[in-house]
T-cell receptor
Framework: AQSVTQLDSQVPVFEEAPVELRCNYS??????LFWYVQYPNQGLQLLLK??????LVKGINGFEAEFNKSQTSFHLRKPSVHISDTAEYFC????????????FGQGTRLTINP | GAVVSQHPSRVICKSGTSVKIECRSL??????MFWYRQFPKQSLMLMAT?????????EQGVEKDKFLINHASLTLSTLTVTSAHPEDSSFYIC?????????????FGDGTRLSIL
């Protein structure tokens, strides 16, 4: 079975500061990795995904993430955040072959302060 | 592209009522749709996987007679919460996956907030 751990339930940062949201996963088989963002009372929007190839993945809204196989991590980063980045962020994995279901982490609430 | 529409966005009803939630893929064909439940300040928990033309696959602990899923076409899946009770109050989110490969991501609807009085 797969599991995803987001180490920080809440991350407060000031506007224009850099941010890193941490994600570690556990799986006995190869997985795809995803980051989703959820704004209040909305569904999830895909930020970026890692399928294969370059371990540094760039997504929408200036976010990027780096896949580290040895540390089984997929941390999300942004060099300079904006007020509009305030949201809940979810890391998720899916096995490459077989069941299509996503396994989500617990989520990280990112709050941007002016 | 890849827009998923979920309707209604909010439902408030009396205990014992059955509630139907629709999930539509507007600009693509979704061979597989997923239904999630999200409690306040928690993550998404998969309830079931819905495949067009076949029976849904439910996750362990999810009552299939309580949460009826129908995936009658490549663009529509419905979740019916039968005889809903206050403990069924939650945020329900659907997602749809474009066919044609394991690497395709899931695209999510905006969710339905269900409140049972």
């Amino acid at each position: 079975a797969q599991s995803v751990t987001q180490l920080d339930s809440q991350v407060p940062v000031f506007e224009e500061a850099p941010v890193e949201l941490r994600c570690n996963y556990s799986s006995s088989v190869s997985v795809y990795l995803f980051w989703y963002v959820q704004y209040p009372n909305q569904g999830l929007q895909l930020l970026l995904k890692y399928l294969s190839g370059s371990t540094l993945v760039k997504g929408i809204n200036g976010f990027e993430a780096e896949f580290n196989k040895s540390q089984t991590s997929f941390h999300l980063r942004k060099p300079s955040v904006h007020i509009s980045d305030t949201a809940e962020y979810f890391c998720a994995v899916r096995i490459i072959q077989g069941a299509q279901k996503l396994v989500f982490g617990q989520g990280t609430r990112l709050t941007i302060n002016p | 592209g890849a827009v998923v529409s979920q309707h209604p966005s909010r439902v408030i009803c009396k205990s014992g009522t059955s509630v139907k939630i629709e999930c539509r893929s507007l600009d693509f064909q979704a061979t597989t749709m997923f239904w999630y439940r999200q409690f306040p300040k928690q993550s998404l928990m998969l309830m079931a996987t819905s495949n067009e033309g076949s029976k849904a696959t439910y996750e362990q602990g999810v009552e299939k007679d309580k949460f009826l899923i129908n995936h009658a076409s490549l663009t529509l899946s419905t979740l019916t919460v039968t005889s809903a009770h206050p403990e069924d109050s939650s945020f329900y989110i659907c997602s749809a996956k474009i066919g044609g490969g394991d690497s395709q991501p899931q695209h999510f609807g905006d969710g339905t907030r269900l409140s049972i009085l």
